[in-house]
């Protein structure tokens, strides 16, 4: 990083902010699917999460909620946990979400989060959440002991940068401006998430590509949905 460039802020500081500049949040219905892309209008819904029947499912940057409150509400998982580090992002979600039976909202560092629960979960994923934001050489590891032996993670995240700009052919963060702050996110190469997730113990790593065209508002973009697992075994 350039020397002479601004510090990025935490991402909780500018979740932060940006929960507290939100319009107000009044109760709201569960959406009748999710969507895993960036503008979130194509792709696979909560079925890419796998079997989650009487499981328990953990949201990573859960922001306000609106997924983890579709796999509680719409699937048969028995516990959905919707982990965000923002205090408004959680205060938004639960006023949106909290009547919603299964989901548990929890203020909570992702990645301390998991080191705090090791094998207490069956199912992890992410929507352009935390494993955008962490530095994955931390957070995937976290993950792997997290989950239950055969476990699986699930995540969303950009293929390339919203300038079109490739991505990071080695694991490199970049500062991105933001109308908050200069925040720091991993937008790595496909190989490179493949390396990381075998490194921190993860196989059958699949991924699927969701290209969006854009609109006369919105620039193509590219999705990549990455999904893996632990050993049965639990090593």
């Not at 507290?20 to 960036?38: E, F, G, I, Q």
């Not at 890419?48 to 499912?57: D, E, F």
């Not at 408004?88 to 009547?99: C, E, I, M, S, V």
């Not at 699986?152 to 933001?178: K, M, W």
């Amino acid at each position: 990083m350039n020397p002479s460039s601004p510090t990025p802020a935490a991402p909780a500081d500018l979740w932060q902010h940006y929960g507290a500049t939100s319009p107000a949040a009044t109760p709201r219905s569960v959406d009748a699917r999710m969507y895993w892309d960036w503008y979130q209008r194509t792709g696979p819904g909560a079925e890419i999460l796998g079997n989650v029947a009487g499981r328990t499912v953990t949201e990573l940057g859960a922001g306000a909620g609106r997924q983890a409150a579709h796999v509680a509400g719409c699937t048969a998982a028995t516990r959905v946990l919707a982990i965000d580090s923002s205090p408004t992002q959680h205060t938004k979600a639960r006023t949106l979400y909290g009547h919603v039976p299964g989901v548990e909202f929890i203020e909570a560092d992702a990645e301390n989060y998991l080191h705090r629960h090791p094998r207490s979960t069956d199912v992890i994923y992410s929507v352009f959440g935390a494993i955008d934001f962490t530095d994955p050489r931390t957070t995937l590891p976290a993950a792997a002991a997290a989950l239950r032996p055969g476990g699986r993670l699930v995540f969303s995240t950009l293929a390339h940068y919203r300038n079109g700009s490739p991505p990071e052919t080695d694991c490199r963060p970049a500062d991105i401006p933001t109308r908050t702050g200069t925040m720091r996110r991993w937008v790595l190469d496909m190989p490179v998430w493949e390396k990381l997730l075998g490194e921190s113990g993860f196989d059958n790593c699949r991924t699927e590509t969701l290209p969006d065209p854009g609109d006369d508002t919105s620039p193509p973009m590219t999705t990549l949905v990455i999904s893996a697992s632990t050993s049965a075994e639990g090593g």
